[in-house]
């Protein structure tokens, strides 16, 4: 069976890289990071780091639908992509999408569309996507927050998320690395 990364990286780049190629950095760094947790997930590692080159293809023009892009972008996976649903429930639930889509009146339809995996996979791509700049570098969970925070305005739907969303980031990211310290490994 051919590795699910094999076929995400051209798609996402197909997507991404010509329309948002900052936002093409930033996932190409997102899969970065999750390739340093690859031996702490054994199995999943090919899994997560697809879904982390993948999970902010909500975003690219055409895809975008309802606005509220890990919606926008599992449908995607699903309908047209044709996805592996493991992928697809990831992207759709990434770094706390549920206190989002409260804040547009679409967890429901998120979650009735979407089943969750895994707390340890949902953690591992929160835990990437958090400790990556709009650029692709790596940062830290808080100052990735207060820069959405910044970028958005601390009073836009955005903003009120994301810092609705610090604890359960931070304690998110927290637990991959105690799995990552459990494994005996460095997570960088
Ligand atoms: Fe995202």
Same mark, same amino acid.
């Given at each position: 069976m051919p590795r699910l990364t094999e076929w995400a990286y051209p798609l996402a780049e197909s997507l991404l890289a010509e329309p948002l190629p900052r936002r093409w950095k930033h996932c190409l760094g997102v899969a970065e990071r999750a390739r340093t947790l690859a031996v702490a997930l054994g199995e999943d590692s090919d899994l997560l780091e697809a879904a982390a080159v993948l999970h902010d293809i909500g975003y690219a023009p055409g895809l975008?639908? !309802?606005?509220f892009h890990p919606l926008d972008g599992a449908r995607y996976l699903q309908d047209v992509a044709d996805a592996d649903p493991r992928v697809v429930n990831l992207v759709a639930h990434h770094s706390c999408a549920w206190m989002e889509a409260e804040a547009r009146g679409l967890r429901s339809e998120l979650e009735e569309e979407f089943p969750r995996e895994s707390e340890h996979l949902n953690d591992a791509l929160c835990y990437c996507d958090m400790n !990556? !700049?709009?650029?692709g570098s790596p940062t830290n969970p808080i100052d990735r927050v207060n820069e959405i925070a910044g970028r958005y305005g601390p009073e836009s739907l955005i903003g009120t998320f994301i810092r609705r969303a610090e604890p359960e980031i931070l304690a998110s990211t927290a637990r991959v690395l105690e799995r990552v310290a459990a494994a005996k490994i460095q997570p960088m």
């Open positions: 975008a639908k !309802t606005g !990556t !700049t709009p650029d």
